[in-house]
């Protein structure tokens, strides 16, 4: 049996890293807080901006995402932002760097790490995220730049026998060899293994998918001694496929949701940051809010890291010329969102 003195008189530099781990995560699914998710790679944010009518440039990308990292009072519903590296090396209109700003907030500065998702060779129409070539140098800056969480976003794509083993066991392993390598350089590492929403697969196709690809990942982050406790999940909600026929109530969506994370994740992890995937604003919101509002035991937190289901609106405000609504756009839907942490959303919020 090991003693209260000796576990505290063998408390090394690694148990206090993983405590200072374990804490970030923590802070980072504080109750009524999630993330914004604002680290589309150049080329996305560049057709996001046309789509627009906005000449994508490292300037407008700039302009558009200040404006909303300067919005008053969102700092209760965000509790960090996930950056590109592009942004992460850019500065407000003031000259000051983005992640100083930010952490003046009290809003932790996050980078996705990941370089893309690549063709996976002799699986069409299936992807490996790349990146872990120079990874561990790659975040050692990150970290010296402000960064205390990163992000990689593997992408399971669902059809006529997909997801292939083959997709699914690389995209595991290399979500935690990320996991392993942001952890020992200081980064709690979001954990991201998106079940895509295309196609007309039914919810159940959806819930099987999305347990392989968790329950693969956390297999290869036990291999990887990735320390579960310090590090975060971002998946999928389970959700019919958006074409299927079938398409469910938001009651049901919630449960299966519930139901499958209950049933592949391990207890230890401290929250689950959910991603939006192509859901209506107030889809996300609504289903998230369900969720925390079930009388479901689970341990971990529930939570958002959404991208579009707070952004959108606001990148189409900022477009049409007004910089105030823009922000009021993003400050209501991170407000909606922070309700939805404790079961407290509903739709006559919206109006
Ligand atoms: P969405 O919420 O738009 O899906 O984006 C979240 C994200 O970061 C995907 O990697």
Redesign the pocket.
Known sequence: MVSFLSTFSSTSVIDMDRELLEKTAMELVAPGKGIL?A??SNGTMSSRLEAVGVEPSPETRRSYRTNIFSTQGYEDAISGI?LFDETIRQSMDDGTPIPEYLASRGIHPGI?VDTGAKDLANHSGEKITEGLDGLRERCAEYFRMGARFA?W?AVIKIGDGLPSDANISTNAHALARYASICQEQGLVPII?P?VLMEGDHDAQTCYDVTARILDATFDECNVQGVHIPGALL?P?MTLPGKDCSVQGSREMAAQMTVDCLASHVPFDLPGIV??????SDED?TAHLNLMNAMDNEHPWQLS?????????HALQTWASGSNEESQQAFAHRAKMNSLARSGDWSVDLEV
Not at 304 to 312: C, T
């Open positions: 998710a680290d589309e996930i996705k992000k976003r991201e998106e971002k999928n959910f991603l939006s995937g192509g859901q996300a958002y890291s959404y991208g579009r289901a707070l952004l959108a």
